[in-house]
Every structure is written in structure tokens, then in C-alpha cells.
């Protein structure tokens, strides 16, 4: 059965410090999306994309969190500097469309900033 | 920040009892959908229903919407020690930004 594949699992980091994230979504699977989930909430999404675009990141702290796409596939999300707030599960999913469709998620990344 | 409100936010019951989560929320929606998520894990979609829908089905699963009261509820049956998980309701909002609006989920446990 396809999954969404992310890595590392956990990561561990000072405050201060860059960090990356990586997602490799469902094959075929046009929409992707970041979330993140603080300890005991539901997911917030951080970024959604349309193949290679970015579609909404409206939620997405843009003076330290980046994300890409840039082949359509994969995608990679990064803090610089990571602060520790940052601390949370950050989860990747993708969809077959952006309308109506269920999501796919990965096991997530547990990220603790120290 | 999430929109509207799971509730209980915490639930304890009996292998083969029935459990019953509810979720609220405050736009119009195109549906709604629930996952699971196991303790540390990603989330699990179980069943997604649309706005002109009242109630669906899936295995043990029950979940019915009312659009009226801006509300949902979830319904699983015969419960079993392997349901122990989150559940969360999602909602997709009929225009502008169209990604899932997640509550804060509810957090069942099954004693055997």
C-alpha cells in the first residue's frame, strides 16, 4: 500500500540552529500539504501545494519557516533559526486533488528545540 | 488557530461499549471529515461527509451531520481496545482558503 514517507522521525536541535524537514508524498498525488501539531491539538496547516506551487501559506511564519516543491514531487520544509516554540510534531500529507478529497498522511517528524 | 470544538475532550469506556464523540463548528462547509491518530503517529483518515449529507456509514463507524446546529457526531460501536486513539473532526470550508480546519480531538481510551 503507498505511503507518505517523511524523515528524520525525531530531531533533536538548539534554538538557534536550522533545521529541514522532508516529505515524499503518494505517487501521482498533485496536492501536498505541512501541518504542524503542537502536543495535545489537532494539525495546523502550515502550507498547501499544487504540484510545484504554492497554494496557501498564509498560516507559514515567513521570516523563519520555508518551504518547496520544486519538481512537484517531493518537498522540503525549513526553520532558520529554529526557536523553542518551534517544538512540535510536523506532519506531511498529500491528496489526489485539493476539492473533496481525503488526505494521506506520513508518521510525522517529532521536532525538540533545545 | 482551529476552528470550533470537539467534544469530550477526553473519553474512557468498556471494551465493546459504544462511543460517541461530537464536533461543533462556525462556517459553512463543503464536508466533513474524521481521522484517527494513534499515540505519536500520523492521522488516518476514517470517513468524510458532505454538506447535503445527514448520515454515513463505514464498518463500526457512524457519523451523521447536522448543518442546521453547525455539528457532527461520531459513533463507534462494539468498541475495542485497538480504537484507543485521538479522533478528530475536519472541516473544508465551502470557498476561499479550501485546506482542513482541524479541532483539538477527542482522546478515547478502550479498557479491555
Known amino acids: 500500500e503507498a505511503e507518505v514517507a517523511q524523515s528524520p522521525r525525531y530531531k533533536i536541535t538548539e534554538k538557534s540552529q536550522a533545521v529541514a524537514f522532508w516529505c515524499d508524498p503518494i505517487?501521482?498525488?498533485?496536492?501536498l500539504y505541512w501541518y504542524r501539531q503542537i502536543l495535545g491539538q489537532g494539525p495546523e496547516l502550515l502550507v498547501q501545494?499544487?504540484?510545484?506551487?504554492?497554494?496557501?501559506d498564509s498560516q507559514l511564519p515567513k521570516d523563519r519557516f520555508s518551504a518547496e516543491r520544486l519538481k512537484g514531487v517531493d518537498s522540503t520544509l525549513k526553520i532558520q533559526p529554529a526557536e523553542l516554540g518551534d517544538s512540535a510534531m510536523y506532519l506531511c500529507?498529500?491528496?489526489?486533488?485539493?476539492?473533496?478529497?481525503?488526505?494521506?498522511f506520513g508518521p510525522g517528524t517529532r521536532l525538540t528545540v533545545t | 488557530s482551529q476552528q470550533g470544538e470537539e467534544d469530550p475532550q477526553a473519553l474512557s469506556i468498556q471494551e465493546g461499549e459504544n462511543a460517541t464523540m461530537n464536533c461543533s463548528y462556525k462556517?459553512?462547509?463543503?464536508?466533513l471529515q474524521w481521522y484517527r491518530q494513534n499515540s505519536g503517529r500520523g492521522l488516518v483518515h476514517l470517513i468524510l461527509?458532505?454538506?447535503?449529507?445527514r448520515e454515513k456509514h463505514s464498518g463500526r463507524l457512524r457519523v451523521t451531520l447536522d448543518t442546521s446546529k453547525k455539528s457532527s457526531s461520531l459513533l463507534i460501536t462494539a468498541s475495542r481496545a485497538a480504537d484507543t486513539a485521538s479522533y478528530f473532526c475536519?472541516?473544508?470550508?465551502?470557498?476561499?482558503?479550501?485546506?482542513?480546519?482541524f479541532g483539538s480531538g477527542t482522546r478515547l481510551q478502550v479498557q479491555p
Open positions: 500529507a498529500s491528496s489526489s486533488g485539493a476539492l473533496e478529497y481525503e488526505q494521506y
Open positions: 505517487s501521482g498525488h498533485a496536492t
Open positions: 501545494f499544487q504540484d510545484e506551487s504554492v497554494v496557501d
Open positions: 462556517t459553512s462547509i463543503n464536508n
Open positions: 461527509i458532505r454538506s447535503n449529507e
Open positions: 475536519a472541516r473544508q470550508k465551502v470557498t476561499g482558503r479550501r485546506a482542513l480546519t
